[in-house]
């Protein structure tokens, strides 16, 4: 696990930022690569086998699960969409189904395995991992009751969405993985650098008064 408090390296240093994005994008990457490897899933259905282990019947309880909050979270916002089983009814007839895609089950594994392997102390991440995987649940429902209502009834058109929304659930990922990395990472890391190079000195001072 790369460690920024422990890089002597003055460019490193001076980088740390940068290579924490790139650090996350291959942790990104790896994360992407051990799915395939594991899994083996209907993109359109409820097939899913996870090293050759069918759990579909599982999954399927998933999508249905997924139907119904979704539908309930809608309609605390007012919506008038309805659930049954796995499928999504909206009001002007348009019938969507959940399937094992839209749990964000592959999104929510992605995020845990970046925060699992990426630096940042322990016990932060102990309460900051679970608060974004909620943030990320919570999303995925509203966004799977969003895309049918946006698209009406055109297929075209709920392709649209579907990617719009879909690109915005990685860049809330992404967007989380930042609020980690700024708060938790690099102000550690500068701070750690800053009394171990200058304790006892003047010039952290002037740093400080510099960059914060």
């Known amino acids: 696990m790369l460690d920024f408090p422990q890089i002597s ?3 490193l240093r001076r980088n740390a930022p940068f290579v924490g994005i790139v650090w996350f994008w291959a942790l990104l990457m790896f994360a992407f ?3 395939k490897m594991a899994i083996d899933a209907n993109p359109y259905g409820h097939y899913f086998a996870l090293f050759g282990h069918d759990f579909t019947a599982m999954m399927y309880a998933l999508s249905c699960h997924t139907a119904n909050w ?5 309609q605390m916002l007012g ?3 309805f659930a049954r089983n796995d499928e999504l009814y909206l009001q002007n007839g ?4 959940v399937i094992w895609g ?10 845990l395995l970046i925060m699992i392997f990426y630096c940042g102390p322990f016990w932060a991440k102990v309460w900051y991992t679970p608060i974004c995987l909620v943030v990320l649940y919570l999303y995925n429902l509203l966004r799977i009751g969003l895309i049918p209502w946006f698209a009406g009834n055109g297929y075209y058109s709920f392709e649209f969405w579907h990617e ?11 967007l989380l993985w930042i609020g980690w990395n700024e708060h938790f990472v690099t102000k550690q890391f500068v701070r ?8 006892g000195t003047k010039v952290i001072h002037r740093f400080r008064r510099r960059w914060w």
């Open 9 to 11: 390296s003055r460019w």
């Open 33 to 35: 690569l051990t799915w």
């Open 70 to 74: 979704s539908a309930s979270l809608m």
């Open 79 to 81: 919506f008038e969409v």
């Open 94 to 97: 348009y019938t969507v189904m």
């Open 102 to 111: 839209c749990t964000a089950v592959k999104e929510l594994y992605l995020f």
């Open 164 to 174: 719009l929304f879909r690109l915005s659930y990685y860049g809330l990922l992404f």
């Open 192 to 199: 750690i650098r800053l009394k171990r190079m200058f304790k």
